[in-house]
């Protein structure tokens, strides 16, 4: 199906359109442009915090792990590829096909947000905090030798819980409201080659979520 | 933000700009679940207000009846869609920082917090990179709704209607670039202060620009002076009042004495008070009849504005002087000052004027309620003014229109040589009028 029938889906207004997308489409772009600048203040504020820090910066790799992160970043990727292969098999009208690739994004999200909280659990047994290291903890053994640099800690957890912590209670929102999209409409049959705007608006929220990922990863956990 | 005025210590006592440290941290604040519940309350509100703005601009791009176009629209939809503009980039900002600053309350995260390396300054520069933005979601709908009451007093077209828009446009895009204003005392780099000076002032030009075609619109028009018109004219007055105070604070070596004086509470109240607060009477006793079914009474509207117009100056003009007289904000008792006694009378004065002036509201209040049950029962144009909702009954039904409506010209046909009334509305065909482009008319849902 062509991107304009696309558009032309849902009840027809009686005026030439103002852009060409249907509402929800426009209200979802309309909406991300508002997270645009909310992740741009958390990240605009982890920049200026960093650079303008105090001290030196715990270097990568040392508090947080980067190959289990980064599974869970090609996870998050597979997930976006997932979700276009649903949007695509609804679009060719294989409304099972759309069932399959929904649920597999959703069980991706899920994952990237539970192995999330596993990292938590596990920064924090290692004593990370949001206001930095716990005493007599693991990492505040690295902070007296001289490993991790003590002046900035109380800056990295911060800025790292929040960061991340933000970002997955909105890729937790996501996997909420495409199983919710996933039993109520998808599952009952209610998308049809026709009508599958709520795939189209979930997916372009899905798709956000993970450009985030990709740029806080990248800062936060490479750089 | 209601209930942490119920909680042990008391709600948030950091002022509504509420800096850093003293907010994040409840020993230098001495409130801990109030503070608490104001940024919690920000964050919800915010919230609120960010779904409000997809809402309206989903509406205004997509949503419009056949035949309005973009510059068919009155200048109060132009308004609130680029307000709804301003406040969908610039509330985040404020619930970014918000949740910062919850975080260094309750986890003891370490933004704002110095001895961890963190930076106070961040909360000035995040608070106010919203917080001019908001001034400018404060004042761009009751300009807007000025236009509209304004031009339907005038009984003429609003004097360069695209310069209005394009001013509306302007004033919302560089309210981005100027939120430095308000630091100016903060520390910062002089040749930084030198660029947010600039651009503050170049601001001033596209309010000028709506001064002068509001001046427009009036001159020479056929005036009613009903009281949404005294309101609408009472705004532009103070509204330049207040924008000319605005000026001595833009550059920045004025600044420098008048910041946290009195000077700029007058400023403040001139544009919020004498501006926003003046449009909204009007704006409140404009469509209400719409709303209600009813007209809210003329004669009391009309005691109502001028007392409250009189007192309002006398209470916020002679702040002018307090605060060129070195009158400091936020302190308890001026009289402890031994510069400031001499000023004390003029003190007293405002106060007194000031609880006659919120006495005076009751009138507005009780108007309000009243006219609710015996109001004079309205009719569907009570104004005769040429906008869409006056085709509707009162009040509008959901949905509002059974069959879509058809635009045929701009919102500001007044005193039309088309016709032989002096209003000529939108949705009214004449037999020279082409039909807009529509498509099968959609049931709303």
């Known amino acids: ?141 690295l902070v007296a030798n001289g490993t991790l640099p003590e002046a900035t800690m109380g800056l990295y957890g911060s800025s790292f819980y929040t960061m991340t912590g933000f970002h997955g209670f909105h890729v937790t929102c996501g996997v909420i409201s495409m199983l919710y999209l996933y039993v109520t409409k ?25 450009l985030v990922w990709i740029i806080l990863f990248t800062i936060v956990y490479l750089v | 933000m209601l209930a942490s005025l119920f909680v042990p210590e008391g709600a948030s006592r950091a002022g509504w700009t509420e800096y850093a440290p003293l907010s994040a941290s409840f020993e230098y604040s001495g409130s801990n679940v109030g503070q608490m519940l104001w940024s919690v309350s920000i964050i919800v509100l915010g919230l609120s207000s960010i779904l409000g703005s997809t809402n309206y601009i989903t509406t205004v791009i997509n949503n419009r009846a ?101 001013a509306i446009i302007g004033i919302g895009f560089l309210g981005w670039i100027v939120w430095g204003h308000h630091m100016f005392m903060s520390g910062m780099n002089p040749t930084l202060g030198t660029s947010f000076m600039v651009s503050t002032m170049v601001i001033a030009v596209p309010s000028a620009i709506k001064t002068f075609n509001w001046m427009g619109t009036m001159w020479r028009g056929n005036i009613r002076f009903h009281v949404p018109m005294l309101n609408a004219v009472a705004f532009v007055a103070m509204f330049v009042i207040g924008g000319l105070s605005g000026i001595f604070m833009a550059a920045t070596p004025v600044d420098m004495h008048i910041h946290d004086t009195y000077f700029i509470v007058a400023h403040l109240h001139y544009v919020l008070f004498g501006g926003s607060l003046f449009a909204l009477f009007g704006a409140i006793t404009y469509w209400y009849p719409k709303m209600f079914g009813r007209m809210m009474s003329e004669r009391w509207g009309k005691i109502h504005f001028w007392l409250t117009f009189v007192f309002y100056n006398l209470v916020f003009f002679p702040m002018h002087n307090l605060g060129m007289g070195g009158s400091m904000r936020r302190i308890y008792d001026p009289t402890m000052y031994d510069f400031l006694k001499p ?54 039904p959901h949905g509002n229109w059974e069959r879509t409506p058809s635009v045929y010209r701009g919102p500001y046909e007044f005193s039309s040589p088309l016709v032989e009334e002096d209003y000529l509305p939108q949705t009214r065909k004449l037999p020279t009028d082409p039909e807009p482009a529509q498509h099968v008319p959609a049931a709303s849902h």
Not at chain 2, 90 to 107: N, R, S, T, W, Y
Not at chain 2, 359 to 369: E, G, M, P, S
């Open chain 2, 343 to 396: 000023m004390q009378p003029l003190n007293t004065f405002i106060s007194i004027c000031a609880f006659i002036l919120f006495a005076v509201q009751a009138i507005f209040a009780l108007k309000f309620i009243i006219s609710l049950f015996r109001g004079p029962k309205a009719p569907l144009n009570p104004w005769e003014d040429n906008g869409l909702e006056w085709t509707l009954p009162n009040p509008a």
């Open chain 2, 66 to 166: 056949p035949g309005m176009t973009w510059f068919r629209m009155p200048l109060s939809v132009w308004s609130l869609f680029i307000t709804a503009i301003l406040g969908l980039l610039a509330i985040p900002v404020l619930a970014g920082a918000a949740i910062m600053l919850l975080f260094d309350q309750l986890l003891h995260t370490n933004f704002f917090n110095v001895a961890a390396g963190g930076q106070p300054l961040l909360w000035q520069h995040l608070f106010w990179f919203f917080g001019h933005p908001e001034v400018y979601i404060l004042i761009l709908p009751a300009m807007g709704m000025v236009s509209d009451m304004i031009a339907n007093g005038s009984r003429k077209p609003v004097f360069g209607y695209h310069s209005m828009v394009f």
């Open chain 1, 1 to 141: 199906m062509t991107h304009a029938a696309v558009n032309a889906m849902g009840p027809p207004s009686p005026t030439a359109r103002g852009v060409d997308a249907y509402d929800m489409k426009l209200g979802m772009w309309v909406f991300l442009g508002s997270e645009v600048m909310f992740f741009t203040a958390l990240i605009g504020t982890y920049v200026i915090l960093r650079f303008g820090a105090p001290g030196e910066w715990a270097r990568p790799g040392i508090v947080l792990s980067i190959p289990i992160t980064a599974f869970n970043t090609f996870l998050l990727i597979c997930s976006s590829v997932s979700m276009v292969k649903a949007y695509a098999a609804i679009a060719d009208g294989n409304p099972k096909l759309l069932n399959v690739w929904m649920l597999v994004t959703i069980i991706c999200g899920a994952m990237f947000v539970g192995i999330q909280v596993y990292e938590y659990q596990h920064l924090i047994h290692r004593g990370l905090l949001p206001s930095g290291v716990r005493e007599g903890s693991e990492l505040a053994e």
């Open chain 1, 186 to 210: 998808a599952l009952r049959g209610k998308y049809t080659p026709q009508d599958y705007r709520g795939v189209e608006v979930v997916g372009l929220y899905w798709h956000f979520v993970d």
